[in-house]
């Protein structure tokens, strides 16, 4: 199957920066979209944003402007940069990567998830 492992949360002041990375391991022959989302306990998991396999990007309208999304194809990871963040920013934070499987020579598509890694903005 296929792993996603997130990295780069943590705890950081109002105004500042971090970076998350999610790396892709698996049998995986080709990764389509990759992105992020981010979930509140208690509310529904919201994109972030993705990054098509194309170059394409889609960002909510609460981030455009502080928040990057990129990826580095040949390592099948990709990347969040959060600048300017605010206390409202504060959520787990999930990768996600629509694969193609290869499995016994035989193709399939596959939606993964990571675990997560929680971003705390707080002074």
């Known amino acids: 199957q296929v792993q996603l492992v997130e990295s780069g949360g943590g705890l950081v002041q109002p105004g500042g920066s971090l970076r998350l990375s999610c790396v892709a391991s698996g049998s995986i022959f080709s990764i389509d979209a990759m992105g992020w989302y981010r979930q509140v306990p208690g509310n529904v998991r919201e994109l972030v944003a993705t990054l098509s396999k194309g170059g394409s990007t889609n960002y909510a309208d609460s981030v455009k402007g502080r928040f990057t999304v990129s990826r580095d194809n040949a390592k099948k990871t990709a990347y969040l940069q959060m600048n300017s963040l605010k206390p409202e920013n504060t959520a787990v934070y999930y990768c996600?990567?629509?694969?193609?499987?290869?499995?016994?020579?035989?193709?399939?598509?596959?939606?993964?998830w990571g675990k997560g890694t929680q971003v705390t903005v707080s002074s």
């Open positions: 996600h990567a629509d694969c193609v499987l290869v499995t016994n020579g035989r193709f399939s598509r596959y939606n993964a």
